[in-house]
C-alpha cells in the first residue's frame, strides 16, 4: 500500500530515543508526530503525539509548532 506522506525531516534527541518527524500529506500540508521508543522494546517506535487534524501551510510552521508543543525539542538546524 502507498504511504500518502512523505517525512519532510526527522529530528532525534541525543538519547536517540525520541524523535519529531516534519511530515508533508499529498495536499502540500504539514504536521508533526513525536515519536518515542524504549531499547528492551522490541515493538520499535510509538507514537506520542499527531498534531492532525491540524496542518501548517508550511515547514517552520510545523517546527514551530512542535517546538511549543514538545518540550525537549528544539531543531537550531532545521
Not at 500500500?1 to 536517540?16: F, G, I, T
Request: aromatic fraction near 10%; charged fraction near 25%.
Amino acid at each position: 500500500m502507498p504511504k500518502n506522506y512523505l517525512v519532510a525531516h526527522s529530528v532525534d534527541n541525543q538519547e536517540q530515543n525520541r524523535c519529531v518527524d516534519i511530515i508533508q500529506d499529498l495536499n502540500g500540508m504539514f504536521r508533526f508526530q513525536e515519536w518515542r521508543r524504549e531499547p528492551e522494546d522490541l515493538a520499535g517506535w510509538i507514537l506520542m503525539l499527531d498534531s492532525s487534524p491540524k496542518t501548517f501551510i508550511s515547514k517552520i510552521d510545523a517546527i514551530t509548532a512542535a517546538k511549543r508543543a514538545i518540550a525537549w525539542f528544539d531543531a537550531p538546524n532545521m
